[in-house]
């Protein structure tokens, strides 16, 4: 069974960068599925924000490319996130996931971490 | 990218039979069958109940099933039990290469 769980500061300040790590555990992320970022503002829907295949290539949400990176580090069998200058609009849950490759749907999530944006 | 459309809500007597619609485009639903629902709990992570249109995940009760007719699918949940109760989400692989939710159904037991 494949668990996640998410890291990181649960307090970002506008115009910071907001970041999360994803720790994965028994399974290796270099196996060759892709590993997501999703995230929910309070009381709204799931929002995709990008998947990364084997450090390979990575797609991002077209409304948030411009500010958002995703990398993996197979060393430390994690993944992490990165969302630049953010605002209000940026507090949510996040999430972690595995995306299944062709099929494109999340099998494993992780439980979720809180990130507000407040000053 | 636009969001899928859903319902807003729901609604059903335990035993009855309900489905989601869920709308899309002929970017996303109307050319892929990589479309999946997923089932979330009040505070909990979402739960994939179908994926590829049709398919069960292992552990899903068969009360669950999944269609599509054009730029539009549906979950339907037969049986319906309290523990159903829950909001639940379509999704879709699109033409860009991106992934997109609906915006989500709440479904209410009576």
């Known amino acids: 069974q494949v668990q996640l769980q998410e890291s990181g500061p649960g307090l970002v300040k506008p115009s910071e960068t907001l970041s999360l790590n994803c720790a994965v555990s028994?399974?290796?992320?270099?196996?060759?599925?892709?590993w997501a970022w999703i995230r929910q503002a309070p009381g709204k829907g799931l929002e995709w924000i990008g998947s990364?295949?084997?450090?390979?290539?990575?797609y991002y949400n077209p409304s948030l490319k411009s500010r958002v990176t995703i990398s993996l580090d197979t060393s430390k069998n994690h993944f992490s996130l990165k969302v630049a200058s953010v605002t209000a609009a940026d507090t949510a849950v996040y999430y972690c996931a595995r995306d299944y490759p062709v099929l494109r749907y999340f099998d494993f999530w992780g439980h979720g971490t809180l990130v507000t944006v407040s000053p | 990218q636009s969001a899928l459309t859903q319902p807003a809500s729901v609604s059903g007597s335990p035993g009855q039979s309900i489905t989601i619609s869920c709308t899309g485009s002929?970017?996303?639903?109307?050319?892929?069958?990589?479309v999946s629902w997923y089932q979330q709990h009040r505070d909990k992570a979402p739960k994939v109940v179908i994926f590829?249109?049709?398919n069960r995940p292992s552990g899903i009760s068969d009360r669950f099933s999944g269609s599509k007719s054009g730029i539009t699918a549906s979950l339907t949940i037969s049986g319906l039990q309290a523990e159903d109760e829950a909001d639940y989400f379509c999704m879709s692989y699109t033409s860009s290469g991106s992934l997109v939710f609906g915006g989500g159904t709440k479904l209410t037991v009576l």
């Open positions: 002929i970017s996303d639903i109307g050319i892929y069958n990589y």
């Open positions: 590829e249109v049709t």
């Open positions: 028994d399974y290796s992320i270099s196996n060759g599925f892709y």
């Open positions: 990364i295949y084997n450090n390979g290539p990575t």
